[in-house]
């Protein structure tokens, strides 16, 4: 293309543009009469300028539209890229030093000959924390338990990981610091069947993996979680129908009877200022928590998880009576009981699966939704009876180790 050309197309670029800005200028003029008038005389074919502009937009948004769904696509097409976590590992699982932080209370397993020194972050009716008692106080550990204020939460402002259960292992050089409830119970019960890996070792076999979800956000997940490990075979006392059996029913547990839990329980108002009176109360607040701090996370949070049940309602898809919901899955599972001809699932007595039910359900059962329950199923004699159970089992496993 020669000179000539490319300065006439420059220039008919930079009068076009010029063109433009003065009709916006001219737009912004409050006097509509000397607009008019200047467009008329001044700039003649404004009315194609307009034109020119729209046609020059409507392009640049199509395009872009364009190569932005090409890009989608091909990005679509691309298998998700799973790194390992970089604070996973068992190293950067110790925690070299926690603050000087108060324990609410200690429990004492008469019969733990562990030797291992535990710490337990919870909130009292959190279901995932109840689902970790129920396995401690089954099996009988010692473990120090520390309360942490579910709106403030400063006890574990320590912590990167920010959600509650936290477990703390004494080892060597620190804390060996434990996520997730279900991955605290598996590698617990790996390491009770065989104590000489130990249990940093145990851990090794539980990384966390980050991924990149489909709408663009990062996810981690806790590889192996539901997984016993044992380093020799199936012990004698177990089958592989029975661990996978277990294995189904703990995660039934934690991906579809605990969001039961919430839009039951913080039904109405009402209701929710009821549980969160039940949880000051079993969780002894006032003890443990300045009386502004106890009022605001009773108010607060009350009237917060009212709000926030609307929604997990919707997105679990519970029935418009969420009562419903919650007998429809609690009958499911005693279905199970009775289609396998025993007591628990475990057979004459409770696997890891009863447990993880057991301690959901105990999250709530100072409310009124779990008094409802009882009501209307069959429920309330089978958790009685894990319940009795738990307390007079005390740790027989641990002295037959």
């Given amino acids: 293309m020669s000179t000539a050309k490319v300065s006439g197309l420059v220039y008919q670029v930079r009068y076009r543009y010029y063109r433009s800005c003065k009709e916006l200028w001219f737009r912004r003029k409050s006097n ?3 607009l008019r008038c200047y467009a008329t005389e001044k700039m003649p074919n404004i009315s194609n300028s307009r034109k020119s502009t729209l046609f020059l937009g409507i392009v640049g948004v199509s395009v872009g539209a364009v190569i932005g ?3 989608s696509y091909f990005k679509a097409q691309q298998p998700q890229k799973h790194v390992m976590n970089p604070d996973t590992g068992i190293t950067n699982n110790i925690v070299q030093d926690i603050p000087d932080i108060p324990i609410s209370r200690r429990v004492i397993g008469s019969m733990d ?4 020194k535990l710490k337990l972050f919870q909130y009292p009716t ?4 109840c689902k970790v008692r129920a396995f401690l106080d089954y099996f009988g550990f010692s473990y120090d338990i ?3 204020n579910p709106v403030m939460r400063q006890q574990i402002k320590w912590s990167q990981y920010k959600k509650v259960p936290i477990l703390l292992v004494q080892v060597d050089n ?3 610091q434990l996520n997730d409830s279900s991955m605290i119970i598996s590698a617990l019960t790996s390491y009770l069947h065989e104590r000489d890996q130990g249990l940093p070792e145990v851990v090794k076999c539980y990384p966390t993996i980050s991924y990149t979800d489909d709408d663009g956000s990062i996810k981690k997940e806790i590889m192996n979680r539901y997984f016993l490990m044992f380093q020799e075979d199936i012990p004698k006392d177990r089958t592989k129908e029975n661990i996978l059996l277990e294995r189904k029913w703990r995660k039934w547990a934690d991906d579809v009877l605990v969001h039961m839990l919430s839009p039951n329980v913080y039904r109405t108002l009402d209701e929710a200022f009821q549980a969160f009176n039940w949880f000051s109360e079993v969780g002894e607040w006032d003890k443990h928590f300045p009386a502004w701090e106890r009022f605001m996370i009773v108010y607060v949070g009350a009237v917060a998880m009212w709000l926030i049940s609307k929604r997990l309602k919707k997105r679990h898809s519970l029935k418009d009576d969420v009562r419903q919901s919650l007998y429809d899955e609690c009958n499911v599972w005693l279905r199970t009981l009775k289609k ?5 699932l475990g057979g004459s007595s409770p696997n890891l699966a009863d447990l993880a039910v057991y301690g959901v359900l105990s999250s709530i059962e100072g409310c009124r939704a779990f008094q409802d329950l009882q009501a209307h199923t069959k429920m309330g004699g089978w958790y009685q009876d894990m319940q009795q159970f738990v307390q007079k089992h005390g740790g027989a496993m641990l002295m037959s180790s």
């Fill in 32 to 34: 509509t009469e000397s």
């Fill in 69 to 71: 769904a090409g890009y």
């Fill in 113 to 116: 000959n562990t030797g291992l």
């Fill in 126 to 129: 959190c279901p995932f924390c």
């Fill in 146 to 148: 520390i309360e942490v």
């Fill in 174 to 176: 620190g804390y060996l």
């Fill in 340 to 344: 396998q001809g025993t007591k628990y």
